[in-house]
């Protein structure tokens, strides 16, 4: 199975900066990487995915960028606010018949004024 | 669009006795269902996965089951809970396109005393 390793565990970052989130996959037949949101005490939420066919994507504040090559993603938030701060998990499939993920172990993102 | 529905939202239940936890999609056939399960501030352990009505696959042995008696309903039980079955559970649903993005409901935060 797929095995998902996400650096680092905790980042604090103050307001204006970047912050960068990096993963690391095992499965070199994956090609697809979702990154969730997770503020406390709710629910993961979707903020950006990639398909292998492509290098980076950008949505905003927010990019992901792949290097299949290496096997690793990561995570780029720029201009960083307040309310970026939240636990930010990424995933990557499992080959199988359902969309199985393996989650990351999760980056606890602090944003200080 | 769809929706998931997930109750309840907090349950406190003592060592030993039954457990049922229901999860509702709406706006959308035959999907991939997931039950998921995060202890306190860690990562998000998949615990059981259907990818149609009766079908259900089980990811760790545990003290749980999983039923899917419709298309778009997904039981998690359990006949005595633990003390380990305490967290924050999750159900999601997918579509049936391999790599497509999990959504989540708002969780049932258990608590077993």
């Known amino acids: 199975g797929e095995n998902v390793e996400q650096h680092p565990s905790t980042l604090s970052v103050q307001e204006g900066d970047s912050a960068v989130i990096k993963c690391t996959y095992s499965?070199?037949?994956?090609?697809?990487f979702p990154w969730y949101k997770q503020e406390l005490g709710k629910r993961p939420q979707l903020i950006i995915d990639?398909?292998?066919?492509?290098g980076e994507k950008k949505d905003q504040r927010i990019a992901v960028t792949l290097n299949k090559t290496a096997k690793h993603f990561s995570l780029h938030i720029t201009e960083t606010q307040p309310e970026d701060s939240a636990v930010y998990f990424c995933?990557?499939?499992?080959?199988?018949?359902?969309?199985?993920?393996?989650f990351g172990t999760g980056t606890r993102l602090q944003v200080t004024l | 669009s769809q929706t998931i529905h997930q109750w309840p939202a907090t349950l406190v239940q003592p060592v030993g006795s039954p457990l049922s936890l229901e999860c509702t999609v709406e706006?959308?056939?035959?999907?991939?269902l997931y039950w998921y399960r995060q202890a306190a501030g860690r990562g998000l352990q998949l615990l059981f996965y259907?990818?149609?009505?009766?079908?259900i696959s089980s990811e760790v042995p545990q003290n749980l089951s999983a039923s899917r008696p419709q298309d778009r309903q997904f039981i998690l039980s359990s006949k005595k809970l633990l003390l380990s079955d305490s967290g924050f559970y999750l159900c999601?649903?997918?579509?049936?396109?391999?790599?497509?993005?999990?959504?989540f409901g708002n969780g049932t935060r258990l608590t077993v005393t």
């Open positions: 999601a649903w997918s579509r049936q396109d391999y790599n497509s993005p999990l959504h």
């Open positions: 499965d070199s037949a994956s090609n697809y």
């Open positions: 990639i398909r292998s066919n492509v």
């Open positions: 995933a990557a499939p499992n080959t199988g018949t359902a969309s199985k993920l393996t």
């Open positions: 706006g959308t056939s035959n999907p991939n």
């Open positions: 259907s990818v149609g009505i009766g079908q």
